[in-house]
């Protein structure tokens, strides 16, 4: 009577090493970018929250940029402050009393990985998407649109 061997042999061991290396290479890019528009929404989320707060500003005020002891939100001694994000840096351009520019540009925090994009949104509500060339989201796919915010690679909105 033979007895039967148990265990693997090198060839079964080396068949599943891989197919999971296969598996491995298909899924981490798809999981890197599901990240990465996981962190576009800080910046889209946070442009929209300052801009209601411009617009109620504008309300009560009749303007932007009043003057006086009155300061706009975004500006330097505002009580509405500008957020601190974890991946992008807001900044705001109050251009006159009845126009305003605020963007969100990714690399704020020391992550590099959303560095190189930008998005903007004025007093119209119009919204455009930057990215320079070269940098890390270039290099992912990404691309500007200047009608809305890319959330996709390729300047899909």
């Given at each position: ?91 705001c351009l109050v251009l006159n009393a009845t126009q305003y520019t605020i963007q969100a540009a990714g690399g704020a925090g020391g992550d590099q990985t959303m560095a190189g994009i930008a998005f903007t949104i004025d ?35």
């Amino acid at each position: 009577m033979q007895r039967r061997r148990s265990g693997f042999t090198l060839i079964e061991l080396l068949i599943t090493v891989g197919a999971i290396a296969i598996l491995a290479s298909i899924a981490l890019p798809i999981y890197t970018d599901y990240v990465r528009r996981g962190k576009i929404a800080e910046a889209t989320s946070n442009l929209l929250a300052m801009r209601t707060k411009m617009e109620q500003f504008y309300q009560d005020n009749r303007s932007y940029n009043p003057g006086g002891l009155i300061t706009a939100p975004c500006q330097p001694g505002s009580s509405v402050p500008v957020p601190t994000l974890k991946y992008f840096t807001i900044t705001c351009l109050v251009l006159n009393a009845t126009q305003y520019t605020i963007q969100a540009a990714g690399g704020a925090g020391g992550d590099q990985t959303m560095a190189g994009i930008a998005f903007t949104i004025d007093q119209s509500n119009n919204r455009a998407s930057t990215v320079t060339s070269g940098t890390a989201m270039a290099n992912a796919g990404y691309i500007g649109n200047p009608g809305c915010w890319v959330i996709k690679k390729g300047g899909i909105c």
